[in-house]
């Protein structure tokens, strides 16, 4: 039995460090224009809640190919087998997160403030090492250490607080405190996982199979020096021949009929040559706008109508048609400069947003025998790499030159021997591989899975308030038995073989249990909370075989270790010093290292109208890769929109797909080295990430600096490779590979910024120094990011210097973004915010996909009283109207009109006074304006033409996320209506400048 301060998994291995970075990434498969080849579609799978294309992505569904697979070979199409279509996917955002350097910045003025001697702009040096002078630390150095892919790390020990560590993981997952009648919180544990027979799992192995970055021996990275760079030289066209169609055999041809040649053919392809992969800026020439450089205080009114695309990256189109969708993988340049001195100059960050396990309509999966891989630095097979010949290929991260298995020469897809650069794993940038069983080096009897249904899935209750109450399920019981532990400093598992129970054999007893537990406790007194025995008792319980804790609290834990007391100072809200944002206790993150270790995941839901101490909570989900879920001021009865919410969430949580027992490494091409990591994760080695559960919502980032001169090198390679445990018990190994051109200009690096991913980036920086120095140095940096880098164009790009605020056309809605981020709920000053909702919004910068933390910074604004039908979607038979996006700025909005504001977690629907009659009739259901009840947040369901668009429209836009958006209908008296007007981030307010003073300021310091 079990004892207090002896975790059964004795903590985490020897040699693991813990690094403090936290996620952000989105995902989702794309297509550049139209494509050729299959890749993917974005997709949820049926059970998964919500489903749909994501607006800005281009829905360019292509002709699908499917093949019949043979013993032994490619199974191309999806995990169902032979027959499967593939679509080209949908385009979205993905985040990167650059780091934080903290030291005085010249400060934004406010509005009030008429100081046109602002703090002057530091002397631009954004980068060690840019001029001999170091710089004073005034900016966000985009840190990039001469210790090449080190990342800094915390041993497993460390205090928690994050000051002085810019890289650390922010992420801070959500608790929340509730009334008397609902103090008692409740802990599920599902076991998902392998068991390991309660032994530490030894992860060396991995590197051993999965294997490192560059950490073969030098000699074989560097077999072949002379050719070492000239990737791009040798780089195959991709034959056109291998078009999403049918194969010429045919998909129902017997065996007898495949068609092997005798003997090996003539290698056919032709090499593109560097002219084709270089022509400098001539992909741009498509989009002549792209050239323009414009003076924003001329033309503010830069917003597009339509969602935001990212950049397409100058590459020859064979190349580009392969390329990552961005929804997946995405790169805050596309454009690499050849050296960090040209990166140091042009002051933008470089890194990269991942959103590895985003669900995905089509997904080619290759069941083989031989996974091809580098010998050298064991890079995943891909489409960027050189076939010299049919027998070698050249890896396009180290340039090794590789033997091709004779398995890889029959293409299972043309049946055809002799064609390896035909196979689905070098046609398609995004590919699932079935693990061979040297993968599989978690071995145990269990691998459950939450999934419901599946006959593994095992499933344990605990609830707790001043005691720890354990639930037996044992089969044969009438009904289910309550254990109860009073000794909270000594924390014991009673009868632990009773506790965890397969939830199909007992699943009677479950549903029981479910019923009675909402009435067991309503008549109590009790008031106390002791969270930090009950996470010690459920770890206890879960060491053994992994799994998922989901941990719902509904205030700040009172008793026993973990106890927190109140630390938010209502006075200090609106300030930018002195706010508690750094865990006040180191045993929520040592707990969560001890969960890592034994492949538990924890996920936080917050369920609180008080102060909890979210940035204390928030690390057992933070380092364990878990999620938070927070609702303020939930209340089962007097709150129903909240209780709709969580029902809906919960939903998608308990059916989205998960994978166990994760580990991912991202690799990139020689020269480049990756140095931070952001995300919900613990960093076993330099560069493995693990990930106890991996989700289809979580996003990731790196940042990544030019380590070496890449003068010689035309492309470079970024690959990611999740490794997991399906709900299945199949090993996976999920893999991403971007291909992006080198250039050796600044002018060319501004001319591929993609705004979206540097801001993405940019936010997760300012969140690690919001930790590690103060608000207000974050929001200082993040001015600065825009000046540094507009004064780095305009002094260094422009030949002739012309008044104004001069931008190239990619980063004409840089201002605008930060802006926005400086009035987002995570970084805004002079509001009335709650500490935890402060923390709960660095968490989300932290951990969500780029498409959505972009949502949350920049909402969208559409008018909704006159949509009709012209430009409207078609989705399955459902009419989507598509209004144009307006601008955040109450010139936009008219008393006649009613506008709908998605700002990402909540729709708001502002009605104007004089709103006509019959939108008010027609889509809410009144006769007059007067008649709109507040609080309002649900349209009628009406048999009208209007009342079904306005439906559809907002039907759609839930549909493309994964947490549930609450509609609030406002009107002008609202109270809810302060809050919408907040929004309209390109308006002024009493504490944050409007868009035009903030051009005003930045041109002042930029053009000094």
Known sequence: MSHPGVPVSGG??????????????????????PVQNALMSS?????????SQLPGSYPHLIPAKTSSPLCGQSNYGGSQGSGQTFNRPPVALNPVTPSLHSGPVPRMPLPNSQNPAAAPMPSGNFLPGANPPPPPPSNWQYNYPSTGSQTNHCPPGAQPTVSGNTNLTTNHPYVSSGDSSHQNSFIKSGIT?????????????????????????SQLTNKNPKMSRSVGYAYPSLPPGYQNTTPPSGTGMPPSSLNYPSGPQAFTQTPLGANHLTASMSGLSLHPEGLRVINLLQE???????????????????????????????????????????????????????????????????????????????????????????????????????????????????????????????????????????????????????????????????????????????????????????????????????????????????????????????????????????????????????????????????????????????????????????????????????????????????????????????????????????????????????????????????????????????????GLSIHTFHGNFFVRSTDLLSLPNVNPDAGYAVQMSVEESLTDTQLVSFQSALLYTSSKGERRIRVHTLCLPVVATLNEVFLGADV????????????????????????????????????????????????????????????????????QKSFQTGTNARLDERIFAMCQVKNQPLVHLMLTTHPNLYRVDNLSDEGALNINDRTIPQPPILQLSVEKLSRDGAFLLDAGSVFMLWIGKNCAQNFLCQVLGVQNYASIPQPMTDLPELDTPESARTIAFISWLREQRPFFPVLYVIRDESPMKASFLQNMVEDRTESALSYYEFLLHIQQQVNK
């Open 300 to 670: 503010r009114n830069m917003l597009p109508s339509t969602p935001l695309k990212p950049p397409v990256p100058n590459l020859h189109e064979d190349i580009q048609k392969l390329n990552c969708n961005p929804e997946l993988f995405r790169c805050t340049l596309t454009s690499i400069p050849q050296t960090q001195a040209l990166l140091n100059k042009a002051k933008l960050p470089l890194g990269l947003l991942l959103h590895p396990f985003k669900d995905l309509v089509q997904l080619p999966v290759v069941t083989s025998n031989t996974i091809v891989r580098c010998r050298s630095c064991r890079t995943y097979i891909n489409p960027f790499v050189s076939f010299l010949d049919q027998r070698r290929w050249k890896c396009n991260l180290c340039y090794r030159v590789n033997d091709v298995p004779e398995e890889f020469m029959y293409n299972p897809l043309t049946r055809v021997y002799g064609e390896p650069h035909r196979r689905p794993e070098v046609q398609n940038a995004t590919i699932e591989f079935m693990a061979p069983s040297e993968y599989m080096f978690l071995t145990g009897e269990y691998m459950l899975s939450w999934l419901p249904g599946n006959t593994r899935t095992k499933i344990g209750f605990i609830t707790f308030d001043s005691t720890i109450h354990f639930y037996s399920l044992q089969e044969g019981l009438s009904q289910p038995q309550m254990l109860i532990v009073s000794d909270i400093e000594d924390v014991f598992v009673p009868m632990p073989e009773n506790l965890l129970v397969n939830l199909n054999e007992s699943k009677e007893l479950v549903q029981d249990l479910l019923k009675t537990l909402p009435q067991m406790f309503t008549k109590t007194l009790e008031t106390q909370s002791a969270l930090g025995p009950a996470l010690q008792a459920a770890f206890k319980l879960m060491s053994p075989t992994g799994g998922r804790m989901s941990v719902f609290q509904t205030q700040l834990p009172t008793l026993g270790v973990g106890a927190l007391k109140p630390r938010e100072e209502p006075s200090q809200r609106s300030s930018a010093k002195e706010i508690h944002l750094t865990p006040s206790t180191d045993f929520y993150k040592k707990l969560a290292l001890d969960c890592s270790g034994q492949q538990v995941a924890v996920d936080l839901f917050l369920l609180s109208g008080q102060y909890s101490d979210l940035a204390s909570l928030g690390c057992i989900s933070r380092y364990s890769a878990g999620s938070v879920y927070y609702y303020p001021s939930y209340h089962h009865q007097h709150n129903p929109v909240q209780v709709q919410k969580l029902q809906k969430e919960l939903q998608r949580y308990l059916t989205r797909k998960i994978g166990f027992e994760a580990v991912m490494r991202i690799r990139c091409t020689k």
């Open 12 to 33: 985490p291995p020897t040699g693991l460090q813990a690094q403090n970075g936290a996620p952000s990434a989105s995902g989702s498969p794309y297509a550049n224009g």
């Open 193 to 217: 996982s392998n068991a390991n027979n309660g032994s530490m799992v030894v992860h060396s192995n991995y590197d051993e199979i999965e294997g490192g970055g560059f950490l073969a021996t």
């Open 756 to 823: 979206q991913a540097i801001s993405g980036l940019l936010a997760n920086m300012a969140v690690d120094r919001s930790v590690s120095a103060s608000l207000s140095d974050a929001r200082d940096a993040l001015v600065n990011a825009v000046i540094d880098s507009l004064a780095a164009y305009r002094s260094l790009v422009l030949s002739n210097q012309q008044p104004g605020l001069m931008v190239p056309f990619s980063l004409r809605l840089f201002p605008l973004f930060v802006l926005a981020l400086l009035k």
């Open 43 to 51: 997709h949820m799978s049926v059970s998964q809640g919500y489903n």
